[in-house]
């Protein structure tokens, strides 16, 4: 029989990626459960293999050869206490810096405590044998194919990382027996580029800069991403939480987040990741990301990430812009923007809610205010609306809890007495967190409104799971009826003992007459809290009509699959039609 490469996915993806990061040399000693990797590579001329039957022998055999020829050098083994003899090498390796790759076969790692013969315990490591320790399952869907493939470029780019060291996979065996893969899978190399390295070229296309949670942009920075977009007729896509207020920002999620359209310009062939983790979920379609990160960390969230930038963004912006090149225009930002434009002249009138008063109250804010908005239902509601553009805006999406919007707004609004400083937050978030307006600190520059919907309702929501349950939903997934079961009496008893000053509204005409009061730029004495009383069904109304504003024939044809057949069926209608 004539033997291949082993037709287990996650050490064909682990083999491909040792081929295109450039590690040929390894050191192989015997065993089972590393027996579809053995059984690959020394089928393959590409590898430079080298047997040792003492494992503690082969660690230090890898570190003279790393040391000696400057490459790294991989070393596999079997399970149990094989693997416990890479220790005294590794502990070399990490302190001389030495890129060592130890690849130790196993079990399902499911197998743990359950008295598997030959199986040990290698999910905690000591602090240094290696830089990076990861396990690489059995991949069972595309999902898990993503994982492993990430993961394992992020271990072999740590082997040279900020001067390198033994880095640890541990490859999970399904014990198969068929080598008869002829050619290894198209794998995704993701590469490291640092300050002071040679900078590549920006690449033909449609391209745009993705920007997630932010803190405010300096002068000096936004000028150099306009710079950017200008000479690449780039735009600057954002959430609230994004922060950059240049010429080229977007704030696209009412594009984005239509159920029933995929606008063809939210399909970029480059984009340009910034900043933390977005709340806004938005829909755009990256064939290529680049993540500008100082910490060079790989952060792949749209699951296209090929290159990571360890350096400040300003440099990198200064770096691209320093190459020759004519301006392109902007003829991409005129296309998206039109398109916005066009997509909220649609808009209806919406139910009051949560959406409905981000739109009048965006409008109305005060220039040079800080807003803060409670996650999630709150934050994607203003989304939808631009605001003030010296506005910061702010929300935990770090942690992405209920449990501290209120008083980080608290904690904000302490920074500059002269400035006002909003926030918006569902009743649940609020009485979560209500402790913290009683605090002697608050001061007169804090108003906040609370959306009173007597639930979480985002579980409510029509696209939500949950939602599926119904009036049962409010039982313990939306838990209805606490703090008050919106009462018009609690929050206002005791906002109003603590010195705030109360408003409240419960319909349109009642939020109208109170807008100007709250928003008012003039000193008050006091702090304020507005309190909205709204019904869950209108609010999720008012997103199912926000995000139903254009609908193409496909996106009808995916709606219609997902009202008849239901999740699956529009997954499978998504992949039958390309998107």
Same mark, same amino acid.
């Given at each position: 029989?004539?033997?291949?490469?082993?037709?287990? &996915?996650?050490?064909?993806?682990?083999?491909?990626?040792?081929?295109?990061?450039?590690?040929?040399?390894?050191?192989?000693?015997?065993?089972?459960?590393?027996?579809?990797?053995?059984?690959?590579?020394?089928?393959?001329?590409?590898?430079?293999?080298?047997?040792?039957?003492?494992?503690?022998? $082969? $660690?230090?055999?890898?570190?003279?050869?790393?040391?000696?020829?400057?490459?790294?050098?991989?070393?596999?083994?079997?399970?149990?206490?094989?693997?416990?003899?890479?220790?005294?090498?590794?502990?070399?390796?990490?302190?001389?810096?030495?890129?060592?790759?130890?690849?130790?076969?196993? &079990?399902?790692?499911?197998?743990?405590?359950?008295?598997?013969? /030959?199986?040990?315990?290698?999910?905690?490591?000591?602090?240094?044998?290696?830089?990076?320790?990861?396990?690489?399952?059995?991949?069972?869907?595309?999902?898990?194919?993503?994982?492993?493939?990430?993961?394992?470029?992020?271990?072999?780019? #740590?082997?040279?990382?900020?001067?390198?060291?033994?880095?640890?996979?541990?490859?999970?065996?399904?014990?198969?027996?068929?080598?008869?893969?002829?050619?290894?899978?198209?794998?995704?190399?993701?590469?490291?580029?640092?300050?002071?390295?040679?900078? !590549?070229?920006?690449?033909?296309?449609?391209?745009?800069?993705?920007?997630?949670?932010?803190?405010?942009?300096?002068?000096?920075?936004?000028?150099?991403?306009?710079?950017?977009? #200008?000479?690449?007729?780039?735009?600057?896509? =954002?959430? /609230?939480?994004?922060?950059?207020?240049?010429?080229?920002?977007?704030?696209?999620?009412?594009?984005?987040?239509?159920? &029933?359209?995929?606008?063809?310009?939210?399909?970029?062939?480059?984009?340009?990741?910034?900043?933390?983790? +977005?709340?806004?979920?938005?829909?755009?379609?990256?064939?290529?990301?680049?993540?500008?990160?100082?910490?060079?960390?790989?952060?792949?969230?749209?699951?296209?990430?090929?290159?990571?930038?360890?350096?400040?963004?300003?440099?990198?912006?200064?770096? =691209?812009?320093?190459?020759?090149?004519?301006?392109?225009?902007?003829?991409?930002?005129?296309?998206?923007?039109?398109?916005?434009?066009?997509?909220?002249?649609?808009?209806? #009138?919406?139910?009051?809610?949560?959406?409905? =008063?981000?739109?009048?109250?965006?409008?109305?804010?005060?220039?040079? =205010?800080?807003?803060?908005?409670?996650?999630?239902?709150?934050?994607?509601?203003?989304?939808?609306?631009?605001?003030?553009?010296?506005?910061?805006?702010?929300?935990?999406?770090?942690?992405?809890?209920?449990?501290?919007?209120? +008083?980080?707004?608290?904690?904000?609004?302490?920074?500059? !007495?002269?400035?006002?400083?909003?926030?918006?937050?569902?009743?649940?978030?609020?009485?979560?967190?209500?402790?913290?307006?009683?605090?002697?600190?608050?001061?007169?520059?804090?108003?906040?409104?609370?959306?009173?919907?007597?639930?979480?309702?985002?579980?409510?929501?029509?696209?939500?799971?949950?939602?599926?349950?119904?009036?049962?939903?409010?039982?313990?997934?939306?838990?209805?009826?606490?703090?008050?079961?919106?009462?018009?009496?609690?929050?206002?008893?005791?906002?109003?003992?603590?010195?705030? #000053?109360?408003?409240?509204?419960?319909?349109? &005409?009642?939020?109208?007459?109170?807008?100007?009061?709250?928003?008012?730029?003039?000193?008050?004495?006091? !702090?304020?809290?507005?309190?909205?009383?709204?019904?869950?069904?209108?609010? +999720?109304?008012?997103?199912?009509?926000?995000?139903?504003?254009?609908?193409?024939?496909?996106?009808?044809?995916?709606?219609?699959?997902?009202?008849?057949?239901?999740?699956?069926?529009?997954?499978?209608?998504?992949?039958?039609?390309?998107?």
């Amino acid at each position: 029989m004539v033997y291949h490469y082993t037709d287990a &996915q996650n050490a064909q993806i682990l083999i491909a990626l040792m081929k295109a990061h450039g590690i040929r040399k390894a050191v192989l000693s015997p065993g089972t459960t590393n027996v579809i990797f053995v059984g690959s590579v020394q089928q393959d001329p590409y590898f430079e293999l080298y047997s040792s039957v003492d494992e503690r022998s $082969a $660690a230090y055999m890898a570190c003279g050869l790393a040391a000696e020829s400057g490459e790294p050098v991989a070393i596999s083994c079997t399970g149990a206490t094989a693997s416990r003899n890479y220790l005294p090498g590794l502990t070399e390796a990490f302190y001389r810096r030495l890129p060592v790759l130890a690849i130790t076969g196993s &079990q399902p790692v499911s197998r743990i405590g359950h008295g598997f013969p /030959q199986m040990i315990d290698r999910t905690n490591q000591l602090n240094d044998i290696s830089k990076m320790s990861i396990n690489v399952p059995v991949i069972r869907c595309e999902e898990d194919r993503w994982s492993v493939e990430t993961s394992i470029n992020a271990a072999l780019l #740590e082997l040279r990382h900020r001067g390198g060291g033994p880095v640890h996979i541990n490859l999970v065996s399904d014990f198969s027996r068929n080598f008869d893969v002829r050619e290894l899978p198209a794998v995704r190399k993701i590469d490291r580029v640092c300050a002071g390295d040679s900078m !590549p070229r920006i690449p033909e296309g449609r391209i745009a800069v993705f920007v997630g949670a932010h803190v405010p942009f300096t002068r000096q920075l936004t000028d150099s991403i306009d710079v950017f977009c #200008e000479k690449n007729d780039a735009v600057v896509l =954002c959430d /609230q939480t994004s922060n950059y207020r240049g010429r080229y920002r977007v704030l696209a999620n009412l594009l984005a987040d239509q159920d &029933q359209y995929d606008s063809p310009l939210l399909d970029v062939d480059l984009l340009i990741h910034l900043g933390a983790i +977005s709340g806004s979920y938005m829909q755009v379609r990256p064939k290529r990301v680049w993540r500008v990160d100082p910490e060079g960390k790989i952060q792949d969230t749209f699951k296209k990430l090929d290159l990571v930038f360890e350096m400040e963004e300003q440099y990198f912006f200064d770096a =691209c812009n320093n190459r020759k090149g004519p301006n392109s225009g902007n003829s991409y930002l005129t296309s998206i923007i039109s398109e916005i434009d066009e997509i909220r002249g649609k808009v209806p #009138e919406l139910p009051f809610s949560n959406i409905w =008063c981000a739109q009048q109250l965006s409008a109305a804010l005060p220039e040079k =205010c800080s807003i803060h908005f409670g996650i999630l239902n709150s934050l994607r509601s203003w989304n939808f609306w631009e605001t003030p553009s010296t506005a910061n805006c702010f929300s935990n999406t770090g942690g992405f809890g209920i449990d501290g919007g209120v +008083s980080a707004l608290l904690g904000a609004s302490l920074s500059d !007495p002269d400035i006002f400083f909003f926030g918006v937050t569902g009743d649940l978030a609020f009485f979560y967190d209500m402790n913290s307006i009683g605090n002697r600190h608050v001061g007169t520059n804090l108003r906040l409104m609370v959306v009173n919907n007597g639930r979480g309702t985002e579980f409510r929501n029509y696209s939500h799971t949950a939602a599926g349950f119904g009036d049962d939903a409010d039982l313990f997934m939306a838990a209805a009826g606490h703090f008050g079961c919106k009462s018009p009496d609690v929050l206002r008893h005791y906002a109003e003992d603590l010195g705030f #000053e109360y408003m409240s509204a419960s319909s349109k &005409q009642d939020f109208l007459a109170n807008i100007d009061r709250f928003v008012q730029s003039e000193s008050i004495d006091r !702090p304020i809290i507005f309190e909205i009383f709204t019904d869950t069904q209108d609010e +999720s109304d008012a997103l199912r009509k926000i995000r139903n504003l254009v609908i193409s024939p496909k996106g009808a044809l995916k709606q219609a699959a997902k009202d008849v057949l239901g999740a699956k069926g529009a997954r499978a209608i998504k992949k039958l039609s390309g998107r």
